[in-house]
């Protein structure tokens, strides 16, 4: 996969392409995971999803450890006074490592940001244990389910179900810190409603122009019966957070969310010949004011 | 008197970069081979992105990294007609292997890599953009030894 970075504003035509920082693609077909069983370096399997190759680590700003702190640095001191409880809170300058590298250094990251806790080490310990249930317990929508034909279509004819969910942000508090959290929709699963699902996947499916209609797709679905179905889809998101404008973490679990049951119903269809038309014949089968067979 | 060596800057290209040199340890089959040969590679790129001189880095780099022709395409393009690149410099803060052999005789050597953000100065001397800073990256090289010297066949990213 090739990501292309847009040129910055102001960039010229003569310009060659920017982008040219060393940066072997993480979004590469098998980036290399650390196996511990194996004790080596494995590809990481197709499909697997990618966790943040690094991790972080906050630290005082100006802190020089021991109790010691840089005076010149201070005269930059980010100030955190009035933080959303009301309390003051601590800079924070915010270190990297990549994780795959058991000997690495921490190198600076981002920052300074503001935490505000009295242990601003010990609240983001806390925060990373509550993160995923307060990311299982957010407003996220699953996407809008929608059914084409709907709401009735017919029985054995492919129905094109899609999807449309999108990312989601939030700006949630936890313990005091302003906690901002990006949902992304990774997986879907389809209930149709007469007992088959299909998922999780990776597709939320697509639209189909009207004239493509009973095409099939890779959501769509042949119902077997006639009847009344609910249709639910159920999205899995996976999720970043960020405390106090830091750097975006991830959150290490994915969150399910159900879109609300979208009604379809199922009909058949008859195709009867006949030699007259209703001029000729107008009590015949489908004329206006004829009663239906059953 | 050996001449004073400058990095590049908005003024002008980088000058008396040091070329790196290939220590003897790195010719040899053995851990701090392996380890010191990783090493001198990044210290190639970090060389060709100051001086756009690529020469020494071909020659070490196969044709498959795909990261590395990224890389070179970008430093040809900024090192020409004119233009030149300012920061790139790369650091290698933890150079690290299990030195373990597998069937294809390959070694994998993890490597924590820092670079300096690189701005891109156009010919006038006014600089048309500079990247942001990015966290240091693990990489993973896959390395053979043959005939007395160390063999780069792939880069590829540590993702977790």
Redesign the interface.
């Known amino acids: 996969m090739t990501l292309f970075v847009s040129p910055a504003q102001g960039a010229d035509s003569q310009d060659p392409e920017f982008g040219g920082a060393w940066k072997p693609d993480t979004l590469q077909v098998g980036g290399w995971i650390w196996d511990g069983v194996a004790n080596d370096f494995v590809r990481q399997a197709p499909g697997a999803t990618n966790l943040d190759p690094n991790l972080y680590n906050p630290e005082l700003q100006c802190h020089l450890g021991g109790g010691e702190f840089d005076s010149v640095c201070l005269g930059d001191f980010l100030d955190c006074r009035n933080g959303p409880d009301g309390k003051d809170g601590y800079p924070v300058v915010w270190y990297s490592k990549p994780r795959g590298v058991p000997s690495a250094v921490w190198a600076r990251h981002s920052g300074p940001t503001c935490l505000y806790d009295e242990k601003p080490v010990d609240v983001l310990a806390r925060i990373a244990a509550q993160i995923q249930q307060q990311f299982e317990s957010l407003p996220i929508n699953a996407g809008a389910v929608v059914a084409q034909p709907s709401p009735n279509t017919l029985r054995g004819a492919e129905t094109n179900f899609y999807a449309d969910a999108s990312e989601q942000q939030f700006d949630v508090t936890m313990l005091g810190q302003k906690v901002h959290v990006v949902a992304t929709p990774v997986q879907y699963t389809w209930n149709y409603g007469d007992g088959t699902v299909f998922g999780p996947q990776p597709s939320m499916g697509g639209p189909l122009p009207q004239d493509r209609w009973g095409e099939k797709t890779r959501t769509s679905h042949a119902y077997a019966d006639t009847g009344d179905f609910q249709v639910v889809l159920t999205s899995s998101f996976q999720g970043t957070y960020s405390v106090n404008n830091g750097p975006p973490l991830p959150i290490p679990g994915q969150g399910q969310f159900s879109a609300p049951p979208a009604p379809i119903s199922v009909w058949r269809s008859i195709t009867r010949n006949y030699a007259d038309d209703c001029n000729q014949n107008p009590q015949g089968q489908g004329c206006p004011g004829v009663a239906s067979p059953r | 008197m050996t001449a004073v060596y400058k990095p590049a800057d908005a003024t002008g290209r980088a000058q008396n970069v040091p070329v790196p040199v290939l220590p003897e340890v790195a010719k040899t089959e053995t851990k701090e081979g392996a380890v010191a040969f990783a090493t001198y590679w990044f210290q190639v ?1 970090s060389y060709s ?1 100051e001086t756009g001189e690529l020469s020494l880095l071909e020659i070490m780099t196969p044709p498959s990294c ?2 590395c022709l ?2 070179t ?3 040809r ?2 090192h020409s007609e004119g ?1 030149w ?1 300012v920061g ?1 410099q ?1 650091k290698t ?2 150079v ?1 292997t ?1 030195f ?1 052999k597998d069937e294809a005789g390959m070694y ?1 050597v ?6 300096v ?2 701005s ?1 100065v ?1 010919a006038d001397g006014t600089i ?2 500079t ?1 942001a800073q ?7 090289l896959i390395v053979s030894y043959g005939a007395h010297s160390w063999v780069l066949h792939d ?6």
């Open positions: 790129l992105y795909e990261p990224k890389s395409q970008a430093i393009a900024w233009r690149l790139g790369i803060p933890a690290e299990t373990a994998k993890a490597v924590q890599v820092h670079q953000p690189l891109y156009r048309a953009h990247d990015a966290a240091d990256q693990g990489n993973l880069v590829g990213s540590i993702v977790g």
